[in-house]
């Protein structure tokens, strides 16, 4: 049934038009904004651990008793139906084709300006910079490899793991996380809370969105370029996904005037596609093994 759910997930975000607004994240930034506030107004010196808590706890609690009400009734319609619903917001508006397209139309054009714009759609605020755009390909290169874990990958995970409850926790964690890192009025500590809790809810499934990397790429040059970072730092699995996409790629991450043009945008798209085609090929694996429902 899962594999259904993905399925009609991917085919929803790629063709159906109505699902960028269901799926913006706004929805809930609002929500997280409204709790923040009600918290500052109960407990205006309450610990930053507990206001995160107060924040994510809430939603995340209703998703899961829905799932768990829904289990066993009719025929399981309705939750094959919830599940559906929770994965394709939790995948985000749109593919990640979609989001591309429009950015390599216009460098190849020579409109930057648009090319910058553009950039915007993986909401990566540092890639719109109009002042150096020759590094808009590096980083939107960058940003695919990592993105598509965060949106992807990782949430196809949690839902296989946990089903509607597991996809929405995650996607909620890195909206929050997200949240936090442009809000001013956000404590260190309450930034660094929430970082590291992401970098647990993300530390399985950004070696296996590796591993997948170097599946779907240069197997031999992925794995020796993983092999060759840190793992100590909150930022290893960024580290370990950015080693093993550009090694997949065939990009020497240790050069540091690596050149990057829209042929590296091409082939990053590219491979996150192949990837995609591996996780979609294990999930159908283990769907006919039984070893997943």
Known sequence: MKLIQIILAFLFRKHVAAVD???????????????????????????????????????IIIIGLIQLLLRDVFY????????????????????????IEPFIESWEQGDYDAAAYNALAFENPEAHDKTDTTTLPEKVVKTLIIGSNEKVFAILF????????????????????????????????????????????????????AITFAMAGSFVESFEA????????????????????LGALKMDISVEKQEYGVEEVKDARDLVTRTTVVWLAVIAILTLTNLVS
Do not use: Q
Not at 29 to 57: C, Q
Not at 87 to 98: K, V
Not at 164 to 181: E, T
């Open 158 to 209: 949690w839902f296989m793991a946990l089903g509607p409850v597991g996809a929405f926790a995650y996607r909620a964690c890195i909206i929050l996380r997200d949240y936090n890192n442009h809000d001013c009025a956000t404590s260190n500590h309450c930034n660094l809370l929430v970082d590291k809790l992401v970098f647990i809810i993300d530390w399985i499934p950004s070696r296996l969105t």
């Open 76 to 99: 399981h319609i309705p939750t094959f139906i919830f599940g559906a619903a929770v994965l394709i917001y939790c995948l985000g508006s749109r593919s990640f084709d979609n989001m």
């Open 21 to 59: 607004y269901y799926s913006d994240p706004n929805h809930l930034l609002k929500y997280f904004g409204w709790a923040r506030d009600i918290t500052k107004k109960v407990s205006p010196n309450e610990d930053d651990a507990i206001e995160t808590l107060v924040i994510l706890i809430p939603a």
């Open 226 to 245: 993983w092999l060759h970072i840190p793992h100590a730092s909150i930022n290893s699995n960024h580290n370990i996904l950015l080693a093993a996409g």
